[in-house]
């Protein structure tokens, strides 16, 4: 249960071996979307939020808006770490707790859903924030076919504590 843009929903997806699916209700809008994919790779959550904002236009996603970038090898540091991955190869500066996720198989995965992404467009600085000795921030990478969110949190030692790749 949550909501999209204040109307409430009910929501449940699902995936095994190569298939996925989500069905949302839009319990306020009478409005049900189901979306059935034999794909993996299919966008299914995507996909049904495009149905429901057809019939409902108070649904569509607001995308965030950038900021200015007043930390650039902050966003360099970001830059290199998706080049790395793209390339097959870890992440330069990754805490122990980061590296033990960035196995050489999540590597691959990664590493093909960038090439499928098509040439990098452009960076933006969507969030750049302070948390204690926690430096957190958090990018979208437009690529010519798709377009990533990038979370990126530094420990007080410029280790990589997450790196976080989604689509948006």
Not at 57 to 76: G, K, N, S
Not at 151 to 166: R, V
Request: hydrophobic share 45%; net charge neutral; proline share 4%.
């Amino acid at each position: 249960m949550g909501e999209q843009n204040g109307h409430r929903t009910i929501l449940h997806g699902g995936a095994w071996q190569g298939f996925k699916s989500v069905m949302t209700r839009y319990v306020d809008d009478g409005l049900a979307v189901i979306v059935l994919a034999n794909g993996a790779g299919a966008r299914t959550g995507k996909i049904g939020d495009l149905v429901a904002t057809h019939y409902v236009p108070a649904l569509a996603t607001v995308r965030a808006r950038a900021i200015p970038d007043t930390e650039p090898a902050l966003t360099a540091r970001a830059r290199e770490a998706m080049a790395r991955l793209a390339a097959g190869q870890a992440p330069v500066g990754l805490g122990a707790k980061e590296a033990q996720r960035y196995t050489a198989r999540w590597i691959g995965i990664v590493a093909a859903e960038i090439g499928n992404a098509g040439p990098l467009d452009a960076v933006e600085l969507l969030e750049r924030r302070d948390e204690g000795p926690l430096r957190i921030a958090r990018y979208r990478f437009r690529y010519c076919d798709e377009t990533m969110i990038v979370s990126m949190t530094l420990a007080a030692d410029d280790a990589i504590e997450t790196f976080g790749i989604g689509l948006e």
